[in-house]
């Protein structure tokens, strides 16, 4: 199995600031790395896939990059509804595997 | 838009058989070229896949779950279902399934979860 490694966690940033989130596969994915964003209780969404592609009504303050094995998050100018858990996954090879989260709180 | 609705018994024993459904609504689940999923998440821990499955059947599970699971679709209730058999405490989590296009294999709809606990 390809295994996802997640950096930082947690992640503590205030409202308007920056963030960068890593993700770090074991082995090259080319570009099947896709981001979710996740809250207690609710189902989890889709912001990024292959690597950069904005999802449809995702805004535009997330942006996503990277290729082979190394990828990033950023969520510029965060708003109060981000402070979430984010995953990567591969979906380059069965079985697909998520990294561990970050979660991003509030500072 | 479409929707994903989990559903099945909270509460299982230990060593029966777990029994979840999902129910897609705003769309046929066999209207476009979509595999169908099923991922948990342990309390305090992150996603695990457990499987995929086609409408026209076909199925990969991951090799951790293989010997236990089985997913099956029924095209006339818009619905597919996962079955896990065994199950021990470890399977305790919260049960999501999603849709995944088949072009990158990104999960673009998700339930919302239902929490599936194993216990005596």
């Known amino acids: 199995d390809i295994q996802m490694t997640q950096s930082p966690s947690p992640l503590s940033a205030s409202v308007g600031d920056s963030v960068t989130i890593t993700c770090r596969a074991s082995?090259?994915?080319?570009?099947?790395l896709n981001w979710y964003h996740h809250k207690p209780g609710k189902a989890p969404k889709l912001l990024i896939y292959?690597?950069?592609s904005l999802h449809s009504g995702v805004p535009s303050r997330f942006s996503g990059s990277g290729s082979g094995t190394d990828f990033t998050l950023t969520i510029s100018s965060l708003q109060p509804e981000d402070f979430a858990t984010y995953y990567c996954?591969?979906?380059?090879?069965?079985?697909?595997?998520f990294g561990q989260g970050t979660k991003l709180e509030i500072k | 838009q479409v929707h994903l609705q989990e559903s099945g018994p909270g509460l299982v024993k230990p060593s029966q058989t777990l029994s979840l459904t999902c129910t897609v609504s705003?769309?046929?689940?066999?209207?476009?070229?979509?595999?169908w999923s099923w991922i948990r998440q342990p309390a305090g821990k992150g996603l695990e896949w457990i499987g995929r499955?086609?409408?026209?059947?076909?199925?990969n599970y991951s090799p951790s779950l293989q010997s236990r699971v089985t997913m099956s679709v029924d095209t006339s209730k818009n619905q597919f279902s996962l079955n896990l058999n065994s199950v021990t405490a470890a399977d305790t989590a919260v049960y999501y399934c999603?849709?995944?296009?088949?072009?990158?294999?990104?999960?673009?709809?998700w339930g919302s979860g239902t929490t599936v606990t194993v216990s005596s």
């Open positions: 705003g769309g046929s689940i066999s209207g476009g070229p979509y595999f």
């Open positions: 999603a849709r995944v296009s088949s072009m990158d294999y990104y999960m673009d709809v």
């Open positions: 499955i086609y409408t026209g059947g076909s199925t």
């Open positions: 082995q090259t994915i080319s570009t099947y």
């Open positions: 292959d690597a950069s």
């Open positions: 996954q591969q979906s380059y090879s069965l079985p697909y595997t």
